[in-house]
Every structure is written in structure tokens, then in C-alpha cells.
């Protein structure tokens, strides 16, 4: 049986972008690989090699899941009819099918002899279940004061493995738009950054990246993704002699209608570009902008907001 699309349903379906974008389900290596890279001459060079350390084990508990995909196919087809995120993590956090994950973050990444990481995993190995979910939750919600900054790497490391991978453990499915453009539509959370693509059918198209799944969805470019205004944005990047003028492959799109910014990186002037990992390798971005008085609503679960 053949469909028959009125003219209008056919300029809609030529024109419709796709809406998602899932992660490679090498996400962590990649990421882990580009942390090296930018930590090369960085400031916080120690830090990035950290993190990245832990992405290589984001990415082994991504191929050796210790636990299954937590929400059944019942409940994820009613959260998408009802236009709500089927990996919500406001709710799943509390349930608490993460923890094992962590644990086994914990157990992968060994021992350290001395200095203040092996006081900060001495200390996270000695908490209960209870503590780990009230951080996780805390982590999730945005209240960084009330995680130990040190347990925050740990912590949302992983969390973003075993959400990553219950996202890649979904069937195909029609994800809905949330209801703020800033919401990621899988499961919730705030948008940690968008990304120009530069290839094939999602060709210079922005997504904005999950903060905590990694799953991207479209938004359209030139409109803050907070208040939706396009009226006066403003982009702006730490120029270099490296790149011609307009050129940055991180550029932070401010609104001075709310006072926000959020940044942006542009694949087509650097292909190798990781929101994650770019971002942690910016924070002098992040100073400057909050000089000028604008602020920082995307979350980065790797670092806490002064931990650095």
C-alpha cells in the first residue's frame, strides 16, 4: 500500500531535519583521545589526563555493561507518548540502577599511592549506597556545593556511562522535543554544549549535546537556547594566530537579553572537535565571559564549577 503526500507534506518531509543525532558507541575512546591531545600545553594538563583515564574506563564499562538497560519497553513507549524523556534521569538516579556502575568505576581504576586522589577514592570507596545516590542526586540537580568537589569526576563518570549506554540500548524510537530547547529529549538533563555538523544529511546543522547521555538533538542556529531570543547574539572565542577571523572551532554564542551563553563548536574548523572534552579544555573561555557578566547554565559532571 503506497502513501500519497499532499504538497505541503512533501516540502515538509524534504526539509525536516533529523532530529537526533545518537553517539558512536566508541564515544569514550574518541573522547579519551582528544583529552590527550588538549592537554598537551594546557594548564590543567594533570586534570585532562585524568578525565581521560577515566573516559578509557567509561568506555570499557560501555563494552562490559554491569547492568542491563533499567526501564522496560512499557514504560519507555509511554514516556515517548506522553512526550516525556524514557531515560529520565531525575527519576532513575533515585532508583539508583547506576551504582553499580560506579562501583565497578571504582574497581577498574585501582589504587593511587599517595597525594590527595588516593584520599578522595579512599574516602568514596568508604561510602555506602545511600551517600553515593544523595551525591548523585545532588550532581544531577545542579547543586555541585553539596558533593565533595574531588568526588565529582567519579561520580559523573559514572553516571554518563550507564546513561550513555541505556541510551544506545533503546530501541528505535521517535523522541519528542522537550519542553525547553536547553532539555534533552532522552532523559532530561541540560544541554552541555551544541555542535555545528559538517557532514552528510546533518550538514550545518546545530545539536546540542547532552550533558549527560551524550544523545544531540536539533535546535535551530542564531536563537539562545534559554530564552529563545535571536535578537543582538553575540560570538565569542579566544582568538589565535591559528584561525582567521570568525574562524574559531569554539565559539561561545551569548544572549544578552538573560545574561547566558553557551558554547558552540564548529566541526567544519575542526573535525576532531568533543564537546566534553573541549570544553574542559576552554575554561579560560568560561573566565572571561563571567568577567563580562554573563553565566554559565550548561553543566560540565566532570568538573566542579571552581574545582579546577
Known amino acids: ?41 594546557n594548564a590543567l594538563g594533570d586534570y585532562l589526563w585524568l578525565i581521560a583515564r577515566l573516559c ?7 563494552d562490559n555493561p554491569p547492568g542491563a538497560l533499567p526501564v522496560a519497553e512499557d514504560r519507555q513507549r ?11 534521569a531525575d527519576s532513575l538516579v533515585r532508583e539508583g540502577p547506576w551504582l553499580v556502575w560506579l562501583q565497578t568505576l571504582l574497581d577498574q581504576f585501582g589504587e593511587v599511592a599517595t597525594g590527595p586522589l588516593a584520599e578522595a577514592l579512599q574516602a568514596l570507596r568508604k561510602s555506602d549506597d545511600v551517600q553515593r545516590k ?3 542526586i545532588a550532581l ?5 556545593d553539596a558533593v565533595p568537589a574531588a568526588f565529582v569526576p567519579f561520580l559523573g563518570a559514572a553516571l554518563q556511562a550507564a546513561w550513555s549506554y541505556w541510551l544506545l540500548a533503546l530501541p528505535a524510537c521517535e523522541l519528542k522535543p522537550a519542553g525547553s530547547l536547553a532539555q534533552c529529549p532522552a532523559c532530561g538533563s541540560p544541554a552541555l554544549a551544541g555542535v555545528v555538523r559538517n557532514r552528510g544529511k546533518h550538514n550545518g546543522l546545530r545539536y546540542l549535546a547532552c550533558s549527560l547521555c551524550a544523545c544531540e538533538w536539533h535546535v535551530v542556529r542564531v536563537k539562545c537556547v ?38 558552540q563548536h564548529y566541526l567544519e574548523n575542526d573535525a576532531a572537535a568533543e564537546p566534553l572534552a573541549d570544553d574542559l579544555a576552554s575554561l579560560a573561555l568560561d573566565i572571561r565571559l563571567d568577567e563580562e557578566g554573563f553565566h554559565r547554565l550548561a553543566p560540565n559532571l566532570l568538573l566542579a564549577p571552581g574545582g579546577g
Open 140 to 144: 544531577l540537580a545542579g547543586q555541585f
Open 78 to 88: 509511554l514516556c515517548i507518548s506522553h512526550g516525556l524523556p524514557p531515560l529520565a
Open 1 to 41: 500500500m503506497s502513501t500519497i503526500l499532499v504538497p505541503g507534506q512533501i516540502e515538509a518531509s524534504a526539509v525536516a531535519p533529523p532530529f537526533l543525532h545518537l553517539p558512536p558507541k566508541g564515544l569514550f575512546a574518541l573522547r579519551a583521545e582528544r583529552l590527550e591531545l588538549l592537554a598537551e600545553d
Open 56 to 62: 578509557h574506563i567509561q568506555q570499557w564499562l560501555v
Open 134 to 136: 544523595g551525591w548523585g
Open 226 to 263: 534559554y530564552c529563545e531570543s535571536s535578537k543582538d547574539l553575540r560570538y565569542t572565542s579566544l582568538e589565535d594566530d591559528r584561525h582567521a577571523p570568525g574562524k574559531a572551532p569554539l565559539q561561545a554564542e551569548c544572549c544578552p537579553g538573560c545574561n547566558t551563553y553557551l558554547k
